[in-house]
Nanobody
Framework: FQLQASGGGLVQPGGSLRLTCATS????????IGWFRQAPGNYREGVAC????????YYSDSAMGRFTISRDNDKNTVYLHMNNLKPEDSAVYYC?????????????????????????WGQGTQVTVSS
């Protein structure tokens, strides 16, 4: 199957954006799908993951409380709602297959699941948070 991220843009600090990950070939509840981001000079970081069944949701420390991941099987889409955006959230955002490991009381490290062929990262979608 394949994933395609879109919806990025320029937003002021404190603003909001909704990113969209379109799935093709399967409905989004078939696999665990997550959102990742990469800023220049940094490693790709996982920020959120929604497990295929029963739909448990996990967030990284940087995303907890500000980002919300959701999916719409009828629209073959996984969303990332981002609120209270900060300049350090600026990055290219991608969607991919994911798994998680607990990193804190309520937060998780989100990793790409390399066992799943989701067609590669694609171009991602640029998010720039700046005044």
């Amino acid at each position: 199957f394949q994933l395609q991220a879109s919806g990025g843009g320029l937003v002021q600090p404190g603003g909001s954006l909704r990113l969209t990950c379109a799935t093709s070939g399967v409905t989004p509840d078939h696999y665990a799908i997550g959102w990742f981001r990469q800023a220049p000079g940094n490693y790709r970081e996982g920020v959120a993951c929604i497990i295929n069944n029963p739909g448990n949701i996990y967030y990284s420390d940087s995303a907890m409380g500000r980002f919300t991941i959701s999916r719409d099987n009828d629209k073959n889409t996984v969303y990332l709602h981002m609120n209270n955006l900060k300049p350090e959230d600026s990055a290219v955002y991608y969607c991919g297959a994911c798994y998680v490991q607990a990193s804190g009381r309520d937060t998780y490290d989100v990793y790409v699941d390399t066992r799943i062929d989701f067609g590669g990262w694609g171009q991602g979608t640029q998010v720039t948070v700046s005044s």
